[in-house]
C-alpha cells in the first residue's frame, strides 16, 4: 500500500516544487545574554551573546515555506555577590580562637557557553510595496563545543577577637585585602534544544538578492548545566602562602558548583541579526491570455 502511495504523492507534491522558491542567507548577530538561575546574597549578570548562521530555506507557497541550516551560538552569564562569608571558632596563626570574616565586593563570575546548532524553521513572508517581511519560528538542537568561567573582585579578610571585642586588619597575620585573585576554569555545557523566532526586513538590491536587517530570541529550554551546590563557597587559595592560615575555607570553585547558585541553568539571548538572502529562482508570472478565438473572429470576412 506505502509502496503504490508514494508515487501518487510524489505526482501530487511535483507541482508544489516546481513552482516553489529556494532561497539560501547568511546572517550574524548580537545582542544581550543571561542564564535564568537564582543568586542567593547577589544578583544575576548578563553578558554579550552572538552567533552566526547558514540557513537554506524552500518556500513551497509564496507566503509560507520550511527552513533548515547550520550555526554557531555563544551564550553568556554570571552572577555578582556582595556578601560576607563567616567562619566562627577558628585558630589563628597564634593559636588564639577568633572568628574569620571574609567579605566580597562586586565579586563577579562570568560563564561562556559555545554550541553548534542545527535549526528547523517554519518561515512566513509578508511582501510589501518596495520590501519583504520575513518570519521565522523553530527550534534548534545545540551541541555542546566548549565553555568556561572566570570571576574576580574584591576580597577583604577580617578577625574578630570576641574577648577583646577587637578586629584585626594586619595583613601579617592573613587579614589581608586582595583584588588580584581572578581564578578561571573549563566548563563543558550539556547538550540542550533552543526555541527561537526572527523578523527580518528584506531590502531587495538586485532581482536574487536581498539584505536583511532584523531581530531575534533564543532561548534554551533544557538547563545547559547542572547546579549541583557541593561544593562550599571558599577563597583558601586567594593569596599564595595563605592556604595553611585559612585551612577551615574550601579553595575557590565555580559558582556553578556551590549553593549560591539554584534553580535551572537556561542560557537565552535577544539581538539584533544582518545578513544577505539569495533568491535562487523565481515564480512562474502570469500573463494575459491571447485567446485563439479572438484571432480567428478577426480574419472573419465582415457581413
Not at 535549526?119 to 518596495?130: A, D, G, N, W
Not at 523565481?282 to 484571432?295: A, F, G, I, N, Q
Request: glycine residues 8%; charged residues 20%.
Amino acid at each position: 500500500m506505502l509502496k503504490r502511495s508514494l508515487p501518487i504523492c510524489l505526482f501530487l507534491l511535483l507541482p508544489v516544487l516546481l513552482h516553489g522558491q529556494s532561497m539560501l542567507e547568511i546572517t550574524v548577530d548580537a545582542g544581550c545574554s543571561a542564564t535564568l538561575y537564582k543568586v542567593a546574597d547577589g544578583k544575576r549578570l548578563g553578558g554579550v551573546g552572538y552567533g552566526a548562521d547558514l540557513g537554506y530555506s524552500y518556500f513551497f507557497h509564496k507566503n509560507v515555506g520550511i527552513g533548515v541550516g547550520v550555526g554557531f551560538r555563544h551564550y553568556a552569564g554570571g552572577a555578582q555577590l556582595n556578601t560576607l562569608l563567616d567562619y566562627p571558632d577558628v585558630i589563628d596563626t597564634d593559636k588564639e580562637p577568633y572568628e574569620h570574616r571574609t567579605y566580597l565586593h562586586n565579586w563577579r563570575e562570568k560563564q561562556d557557553l559555545y554550541y553548534v546548532e542545527i535549526p528547523l524553521s517554519l518561515q512566513f513572508r509578508v511582501p510589501l510595496h518596495k520590501i519583504n517581511l520575513w518570519f521565522a519560528l523553530g527550534a534548534k538542537y545545540n551541541i555542546s563545543v566548549a565553555g568556561h568561567t572566570a570571576a574576580q573582585g574584591d576580597i577583604t579578610h577580617r578577625g574578630y577577637y570576641e574577648k577583646w571585642d577587637l578586629t584585626m586588619d594586619i595583613p601579617a597575620h592573613g587579614f589581608y585585602e586582595t583584588s588580584d585573585f581572578k581564578p578561571s576554569m573549563s566548563l563543558r555545557p550539556k547538550n540542550t534544544v533552543a526555541l527561537f523566532a526572527r523578523m527580518d526586513v528584506g531590502i531587495p538590491l538586485t532581482e536574487h538578492w536581498q539584505i536583511l536587517i532584523g531581530v531575534n530570541a533564543h532561548y534554551c529550554l533544557m538547563p545547559a548545566y547542572v547546579l549541583d551546590g557541593k561544593d562550599d563557597l571558599g577563597f583558601r587559595n586567594d593569596k599564595a602562602g595563605w592556604a595553611d592560615a585559612h585551612y577551615f575555607m574550601t579553595d575557590y570553585s565555580s559558582l556553578l558548583h556551590t549553593p549560591v547558585l539554584s534553580g535551572k541553568a537556561n542560557p537565552l539571548s535577544v539581538g539584533l541579526e544582518v545578513g544577505v538572502r539569495y533568491i535562487f529562482n523565481k515564480r512562474e508570472k502570469s500573463y494575459p491570455c491571447h485567446c485563439v478565438t479572438d484571432r480567428i473572429s478577426w480574419f472573419q470576412p465582415r457581413r
